[in-house]
């Protein structure tokens, strides 16, 4: 098992929050210090779409859509990354992915998805 693993989706109404997570396994695991983890999300009908990102570092990215919304963190010691998401919106309904991506040889793994769904 090398793929991300993703979890922390659901039904919420809209102005609700969630918190993703995306915890690695098998040699993910084992390095995790060399991994970018980047949360993605494909709505229905609709091409998958950064969310946001975080390099081993710390150093993150968001999309426009979400800034001010959400917050992406990382835990090196606990091996996951957390997407925090505030005041959701029924634009945010989607199947979110987890992807980790290694910082030198650019090789990626996704996990399988979690759905978020924004309704009242």
């Not at 991994?35 to 494909?42: D, S, V």
Request: hydrophobic share 30%; glycine share 10%.
């Amino acid at each position: 098992q090398v793929q991300p693993v993703e979890s922390g989706g659901g039904l919420v109404q809209p102005g609700g929050s969630l918190r993703l997570s995306c915890a690695a396994s098998g040699y993910i695991y084992s390095y995790f210090e060399a991994w970018n983890i980047g949360w993605y999300r494909q709505p229905p009908g609709k091409q998958r779409e950064l969310v946001a990102l975080v390099t081993p570092r710390g150093n993150t990215t968001y999309a426009d859509s979400v800034k001010g919304r959400s917050t992406i963190s990382r835990d090196n010691a606990g091996k996951k990354v957390l997407l925090q998401m505030n005041n959701l919106k029924p634009d945010d309904t989607a199947v979110y992915y987890c992807r980790a991506d290694h910082v030198a040889t650019r090789h990626d793994a996704w996990g399988q998805g979690t759905q978020v769904t924004v309704s009242a």
